[in-house]
């Protein structure tokens, strides 16, 4: 009886054993439509977020410079707090569809029209000949980074109908083509007839260019102006700024910092220093640069000085005196094609301690013959110093206008590309030589994106468009030398006339070389 009670006991009751199962049936059946609900909830709140704009944005407001979101995950600091509700939906697609390789996954029909109450404005100046292969992207990169307007001055391959009717689709961009009617204005122009510049005339080639980019850097100043520009750069389409140290790599944010009183900032250069012979993108296959002698501790730049020139004449291939932004203001003019002065008073500059201009020189094979081309020079040691500044120039013509494809190719492996990696390292570990990957990042996005591909294509339908209406296009473009030849307009020829208001105007500042051993002594 004992036994049969103890087993009566352990055993449980009908009445239970259905309460158990009754429970067991609930809870899966709980489990089961939570599962199925879980799907469809996440995809209906992604549908929600892509419906109001979370997946797809407009680049327009993504690469805005108001905005503080950075393609590629490049950003270095928090955003503003006012803009963290308008990131989060962004930042959670982000998360959810990012891939191994770099890209820009929001680019759709691509526009990019900036605040018009954006500041400070930011304008970019140039005088360019290149193709849309290099333009392109230098353009784009700078919009990236918060350039909002840019003055090109065009001639040779740059005003070519195929590559103007590109530029002038891309909005907060303006075309000026070198015709009679501007050479003309320019002859009238107050530094034409100034003794500031004089020493730069009637000499060709680098020194014609250099006239050239200081008449058109006036003409900008006026049309910077009138657009309500805030700062002026003047760049070349072989540089690109480096807005190192500024928040979110924002060039806009660098130059909001500056004090009020301060008229002139300065962009130390850096160069490149290219470790193949055959780069074809230089924006995308470049990521090391010698560091500006500014940008370094005296006792290193000295101490590695004879190492890091190699064979060549100088610490760097060209000039070494950087490029410099000025705010507009009355009375401002250019001062060569690297710095800006006043009438009226001496700038108040600021040399920047971080950022600097990226100078990409002789990166490709091929400049040594584009350098030979564009210039009518002798190929003597004599002659060319009136074609070029600089001894490094001079150099490569002679080399590029007497030696042979493969004796060109060994003097540019020689002079030009970084083969030694054991060097390389050194001068890395020293602080000479810099690996910079965010341009690199910001061009190959770019393109990754297909903005280049759908500029081009917009550009063409619309011309397409334009051409079944009857209009006309720009006309022929005058592309004359500003020497002192007999054949040029009446209106090129410069008569050298006395300065009108009295007082010392400084003479223009050309390219110049970097700090050499013989200035070792020199505080």
């Known amino acids: 009886m004992a036994g049969g009670g103890v087993y009566s006991s352990a055993r449980p009751s009908a009445s239970s054993s259905t309460s158990l199962s009754s429970t067991q049936q609930s809870f899966i059946t709980r489990l089961l439509l939570l599962l199925t609900l879980l799907p469809l909830t996440l995809a209906a709140f992604a549908f929600v977020l892509q419906w109001r704009g979370g997946l797809i944005n407009d680049p327009t407001t993504r690469w805005s410079p108001d905005k503080y979101q950075f393609p590629g995950g490049m950003g270095t600091s928090n955003p503003p707090l006012d803009n963290v509700q308008s990131s989060s939906s962004s930042d959670c697609f982000q998360l959810l569809s990012r891939s191994a390789s770099p890209s820009f996954p929001y680019y759709r029909d691509w526009k990019l029209n900036f605040d018009p109450n954006l500041k400070p404005k930011i304008c970019i100046t140039t005088s360019t000949s290149a193709d849309l292969e290099q333009i392109l992207p230098w353009i784009f990169y700078h919009k990236v980074i918060g350039v909002t307007t840019f003055f090109l001055f065009v001639e040779g391959k740059a005003a070519s109908p195929n590559v103007t009717a590109v530029l002038e689709s891309i909005p907060g961009l303006k075309l000026i083509y070198r015709t009679r009617e501007l050479e003309e204005k320019q002859a009238r122009s107050r530094i034409w007839n100034e003794t500031w510049l004089s020493s730069f005339f009637y000499k060709p080639c680098n020194y014609e260019l250099f006239v050239k980019q200081s008449l058109n850097m006036d003409m900008a100043i006026v049309m910077a102006r009138d657009a309500d520009v805030d700062w002026i750069i003047h760049l070349d389409t072989d540089e690109l700024l480096h807005p190192a140290g500024a928040r979110e790599y924002s060039l806009r944010q660098l130059l909001s910092d500056v004090p009020r009183n301060v008229d002139m900032v300065i962009f130390p250069n850096y160069e490149s220093s290219v470790e193949r012979d055959d780069i074809k993108e230089p924006f995308t296959e470049v990521s090391m640069f010698k560091k500006n002698y500014d940008h370094l501790p005296k006792d290193t730049y000295f101490g590695m000085y004879k190492e890091a020139i190699r064979s060549n004449p100088n610490y760097f291939l060209t000039y070494g005196n950087g490029k410099s932004a000025a705010r ?196």
């Open 328 to 523: 507009i203001q009355d009375h401002l003019r250019p001062n060569g094609a690297h710095r800006w002065h006043n009438y009226m008073k001496t700038p108040n500059e600021i040399k920047l301690e971080e950022a600097a201009v990226l100078h990409y020189t002789y990166p490709k094979f091929s400049d040594l013959v584009a350098r030979r081309d564009r210039c009518s020079c002798k190929p003597t040691t004599e002659d060319v110093k009136r074609c070029f500044m600089l001894e490094f120039d001079r150099l490569a013509f002679i080399i590029a206008s007497t030696g042979t494809t493969e004796e060109m190719r060994n003097w540019y492996r020689e002079h030009v590309v970084w083969t030694d990696k054991s060097q390389n390292l050194r001068l890395l570990r020293k602080g000479v030589l810099t690996r910079i990957y965010t341009p690199m990042s910001i061009v190959k996005g770019l393109r990754e994106a297909g903005v280049f591909r759908s500029v081009i294509q917009s550009a063409i339908l619309l011309k397409s468009s334009n051409s079944s209406r009857g209009a006309t296009g720009s006309g022929e473009i005058s592309i004359r030398k500003m020497g002192g030849r007999k054949e040029e307009s009446k209106g090129t020829a410069r008569k050298v006339l006395e300065m009108e208001h009295g007082g010392y105007h400084a003479a223009a500042v050309g390219p110049q070389s970097p700090p050499g051993m013989v200035d070792i002594h020199l505080e």
